[in-house]
């Protein structure tokens, strides 16, 4: 565990010293190169901005309502087909179209039961191994103008299941 | 379908409300949440506004290109309409390989503009490529090394043992991935077979004349 929080505060510092490193001993100028990625980062986040705000306002009108519950639970067969409890459906739902949303009935669930419980086990594998489906492909496809998104949803959608029912399968086994 | 889902998530949210007694937080949250959506913006200005330039610098000095070569058998096999030393290739391994170590920020701008290099590759419209689609597949089944937030909200709320989630994690992220390239191939092979045929054909048509 130490090891791992260790490590991983590696991971960020270092990346950017290899980076920077590498371009100074082959000859970039670095710093020009950063100062025009750095402008083009601002245009991607102008261009995904209005993406975001459309999103985050109709997930937080859906949950307020109620209505989020309700669909929750109006999944729940279908969950209990997966051997998905009840309580992670809303995780699930949520996980799809954002991830602070998705934190926060997380640590709802770990406040309830606790972290180290069967559904505080299975949340915690299910954050790890799903993406915020439906708000990857609005910000991906809105950059590039494209509507039609083909086959993408229902592939992500196959995934994404597909890890949500793993992470129920492997706490049943290591629990 | 982004346009249906949006409309059922607003109208059906507000409908709902109308009969639940709950149009007071309706109001509230779409001024909180706009708030936030605007608050995660300037964020992200900041963040990816970093990493597009640390990639910037990448590109610049060839590190990309050597990213791309050691991930191109890799690359080719999931996305084979994809040219060799195509600038597309670079993005997705910059993507993944942020993707893997689990800098979600770093991942987004790589992912952003490999998607703009794929749709260089189209003709155009608005219609995702079949590249496109397996791009984000992969992109979304996410594999992921270290969930280091689930670690820290774990040992936050009291777990004996916060990263006992790292194992099984990792099953499940390789479970998820290997179900979207699973979904890729299927795709690839029912619908491909016979449109490479045409491609190649039409690619054809396009020299003689």
Redesign the interface.
């Known amino acids: 565990m130490k090891f791992l929080l260790y490590f991983s505060d590696f991971i960020v510092p270092f990346t950017m010293f290899y980076i920077v490193v590498y371009g100074f001993f082959n000859r970039t100028d670095v710093y020009e190169s950063f100062l025009k990625g750095v402008k083009e980062g601002f245009q991607i986040v102008i261009e995904i901005a209005p993406t975001m705000i459309a999103l985050l306002v109709s997930i937080g009108i859906f949950r307020a309502s109620g209505a989020l519950d309700s669909f929750s639970e109006l999944l729940a067969p279908a969950g209990k087909l997966l051997h998905i409890p009840v309580e992670v459906i809303p995780v699930f739902i949520v996980r799809i179209f954002s991830s602070s949303a998705a934190v926060s009935f997380v640590l709802d669930i770990f406040k309830e039961y606790g972290p180290d419980s069967r559904l505080g086990m299975i949340v915690s594998i299910m954050m790890s191994c799903t993406e915020t489906v439906i708000y990857t492909i609005t910000i991906y496809y809105m950059s590039v103008n494209i509507k039609k998104t083909r086959w993408t949803l229902p592939g992500a959608m196959f995934a994404t299941i597909a890890g949500a029912v793993a992470s129920v399968a492997i706490t049943e086994l290591i629990m | ?3 249906i ?2 409309v059922i ?2 109208a ?3 409908f ?2 109308a009969f ?1 007694g ?1 149009m007071g ?2 109001t ?3 001024i ?3 708030t ?3 608050n ?2 300037i964020f ?2 900041g963040v ?16 990309m290109k050597k990213i791309a070569k050691t991930m191109y058998p890799f690359i080719h096999w999931l996305f084979p309409d994809i040219p060799p030393r195509h600038k597309a290739n670079e993005y997705i391994a910059a993507n993944m390989a942020a993707n893997i ?3 979600g920020w ?1 991942a ?2 790589a ?2 503009k490999a ?2 290099e ?2 260089k590759l189209e003709e155009g419209g ?3 490529s ?1 590249m ?3 791009f ?2 992969l ?4 594999l ?1 090394l ?6 820290a ?2 040992s936050q ?10 194992l ?2 990792i ?3 390789m ?6 390239i699973v ?2 191939k299927i ?1 690839e092979i029912t619908r491909y077979n016979g449109k490479k045929y045409n491609r190649k054909n039409k690619k054809k048509r396009r020299w003689i004349q």
């Open positions: 379908m982004l346009n889902l949006w998530m607003i059906g949210g507000i709902f409300a639940h709950t937080q309706i509230e949250s779409f909180s949440s706009s936030e959506a605007v995660l913006c992200m200005l990816i506004g970093v990493w597009n330039g640390m990639m910037e610098i990448a590109v610049k000095s060839g590190l170590l689990g800098l770093a987004t701008p992912g952003l998607m703009r794929l749709q608005g219609r995702a079949d496109m689609c397996a984000l597949v992109n979304i089944s996410s992921q270290v969930p280091i937030n689930m670690i909200y774990r709320y009291g777990s004996v043992n916060p990263a006992a989630v790292v099984p994690a099953c499940a992220t479970i998820s991935t290997i179900a979207g979904f890729i795709i």
